[in-house]
């Protein structure tokens, strides 16, 4: 019961923790589009195998840090876009988890992320004519923006990955070196049953 207990406080802990983070990451000055957010979506599956789990995470820090910002009109095909990556990224990983896949979806998300935001800037009809040309221009334009997504969630998931696959390496060199110590102090305080075992 207080193992189950402390996972779940563990679990809390790190969900405030990475929300304020990938929050923070927008408040403070950055390029623009240059945060973490994307590539927390697209990570989260490669975490945990919960769909909802791996969606409520950026979407809490969006909304958190869209409170600070202000709100906006476009929310709903940002966080539309945002989720798509998430679920993308879902259902990749539960076919195979691996650096190549993730470097996959975190091009793709990025993409989909401009084709669907810059699309709801073109229908607001406020800073380009509703008609094929208008249409053009507005992504034309946000082609910078698109270079920052793309970098930013390549360099952030790669950073996740460093961090992750080094906390796993310390986490497994950590247990072997309890196991070893237990059954050490095993075979010296109980040597009949080391014995027995050889036998």
Not at 29 to 42: G, Q
Not at 65 to 89: A, K
Not at 162 to 173: D, E
Request: charge should be positive; charged fraction near 10%.
């Amino acid at each position: 019961m207080r193992t189950v207990m402390k996972k779940t406080k563990q679990k809390i802990v790190l969900f405030f923790y990475l929300v304020g983070l990938i929050a923070l990451s927008r408040i403070i000055p950055h390029p623009p589009n240059f945060t973490p957010v994307l590539a927390m979506a697209v990570f989260m599956p490669y975490l945990t195998r919960d769909l909802y789990s791996s969606m409520l995470v950026p979407l809490a820090a969006m909304f958190v840090s869209d409170v600070y910002l202000g709100l906006h009109s476009s929310m709903f095909w940002v966080y539309g876009s945002i989720l798509l990556g998430t679920t993308l990224s879902h259902y990749t990983m539960s076919i195979k988890k691996t650096y190549v896949h993730l470097g996959s979806n975190a091009l793709l998300s990025s993409t989909i992320f401009f084709v669907i935001t810059n699309f709801a800037v073109w229908m607001s009809g406020t800073m380009y004519p509703l008609n094929l040309e208008g249409l053009l221009l507005c992504y034309t334009m946000a082609i910078p923006f698109f270079g920052n997504t793309l970098t930013g969630t390549l360099f952030y998931v790669s950073l996740l990955g460093l961090v992750s696959y080094s906390a796993t390496n310390i986490s497994r060199r950590y247990t072997d070196n309890e196991e070893n110590i237990t059954s050490s102090l095993n075979i010296i305080a109980f040597p009949h049953r080391a014995t027995s075992r050889a036998i």
